[in-house]
């Protein structure tokens, strides 16, 4: 059981630190935005499609 738990809680912290990461790139994505860098240079720079930087920056 103690096994059990300690999986749980490690995949529930390995989830938290993916959001967080993702919540951070969007967060870069929107500034380098605000401050001018095209939709296609910020995509190139995160490695992202342009569409989805794009989605990112109309939310």
Known sequence: ?????????????????????????????VRKYRKGVSIEEIADFVEMPCEKVKEIVEE
Do not use: P, T, V
Not at 6 to 29: A, C, K, N, P
């Open 1 to 29: 059981m103690c096994k059990a738990l300690q999986d749980l809680y490690e995949e529930g912290i390995g989830q938290g630190i993916e959001r967080g990461i993702e919540q951070g790139i969007r967060e870069l994505i």
